[in-house]
């Protein structure tokens, strides 16, 4: 147990949707970080969080945006949701703001109909 | 368990042996590698990490290799368990950067 985590578990929402991933990182760690694994993809870095304040963008569609608020936790939004957003959807979390040692969250695996 | 990647380099071993998982990284200036593991319908893991300025690194039953010559990093497990079976994914960051993932390896241990 890597002391992140994530909810839901699974979602299974249909095209034109918008939901919700939130996440928990580990008490002490100031960063989160989100990424998409789908299944011809690699983990692909979305966006960090430092301390409430966004620090790095990766891959990130316009139409996913995320936060971090004053407790930590994290919340990944996607809207206009389209079958290719199908994917497992990782946060990690680090002490710091640099991408040292990150701990991964279990993932919520998206599945859009 | 859920799937990670339906073409991804596939290791098999047997259980005991050593095993040897390769990855090359795409940016010279990179300084910092990581090796990562994750199992199925698990988040990744972190095996072993080692900056630019090693060229070995050992951990528990793990070693990873550097050579910056060929952009080469490789991860060397001895006396290869089945709880070892997952996939192995090396990443790299070059300054602030964040990290970057390799595709992985699905490393497949016989008993």
């Known amino acids: 147990d890597s002391g992140v985590t994530q909810t839901p578990k699974h979602l299974i929402t249909a095209t034109g949707q918008r939901v919700t991933l939130r996440c928990s990182p580990r008490?002490?760690?100031?960063?989160v970080y989100w990424y998409q694994q789908s299944l011809d993809q690699g983990l692909q870095f979305l966006i960090q969080?430092?301390?409430?304040?966004?620090?790095a963008k990766g891959n990130i569609l316009e139409r996913f945006s995320a936060q971090q608020f004053p407790d930590l936790h994290s919340e990944l939004n996607l809207s206009s949701l389209e079958l290719g957003d199908s994917a497992l959807y990782f946060c990690?979390?680090?002490?710091?703001?640099?991408?040292?040692?990150?701990?991964f969250g279990p993932g919520t695996r998206l599945t859009v109909t | 368990g859920e799937s990670v990647g339906l073409h991804l380099p596939t290791l098999s071993v047997q259980e005991g042996d050593n095993s040897i998982i390769n990855c090359a990284y795409s940016?010279?200036?990179?300084?910092?590698f990581i090796w990562y593991k994750q199992e199925s319908g698990k988040g990744p893991q972190f095996i072993i990490d080692?900056?630019?300025?090693?060229d070995k690194r050992q951990g528990q039953r793990v070693t990873v290799l550097l050579n910056k010559t060929v952009k080469h990093l490789s991860l060397q497990i001895a006396a290869t368990q089945p709880g070892d079976s997952a996939v192995y994914f090396c990443?790299?960051?070059f300054g602030q950067g964040n990290l970057i993932f390799g595709k992985g390896t699905k490393l497949s241990v016989k008993p």
């Open positions: 990690a979390s680090s002490v710091g703001g640099l991408t040292g040692e990150q701990y």
């Open positions: 008490s002490g760690d100031l960063s």
């Open positions: 969080y430092y301390n409430g304040e966004e620090r």
């Open positions: 940016n010279s200036a990179s300084d910092y």
């Open positions: 080692i900056r630019s300025n090693m």
């Open positions: 990443a790299e960051r």
